[in-house]
């Protein structure tokens, strides 16, 4: 089992910068990608970035592409999302995930493959 807690989240204004942290313990030997997801209020929960755990491979939803950036430090086991240039419509609560299976990259990961789930952190955007 892999239990992850996230952190970072806040009230930020239109065109600033955030960046979410997410660390994770556990058989973290075994996991093969981790991703961050997000749920705004009224909404499902949406994908917004995935990166491999031993690899260079990383995939974006097309709304945060060019903005947000995933990236990871296995020496500390946590992963990070650069949020840059935030709209009011990126408010939402950002989950981090982690799946054991292998993530090859360049493909949208669908929310069943990620077994352990962080219990979310607030991201506001004031506009």
């Known amino acids: 089992q892999v239990q992850l807690v996230e952190s970072g989240g806040g009230l930020v204004q239109a065109g600033d910068s955030l960046r979410l942290s997410c660390a994770a313990s556990g058989r973290t030997f075994s996991i093969g990608g981790m991703g961050w997801f997000r749920q705004a209020p009224g909404k499902e929960r949406e994908f917004v970035a995935v990166i491999q755990w031993n690899g260079p491979m990383t995939h974006y939803a097309d709304s945060v592409k060019g903005r947000f950036t995933i990236s990871r430090d296995n020496a500390k086991n946590t992963v990070y999302l650069q949020m840059n240039s935030l709209k009011a419509e990126d408010t939402a609560v950002y989950y981090c995930?982690?799946?054991?299976?292998?993530?090859?990259?360049?493909?949208?990961?669908?929310?069943?493959?990620?077994?352990?789930w962080g219990q979310g952190t607030q991201v506001t955007v004031s506009s």
């Open positions: 995930a982690a799946r054991l299976t292998y993530y090859s990259g360049n493909y949208v990961p669908s929310e069943a493959t990620f077994g352990s």
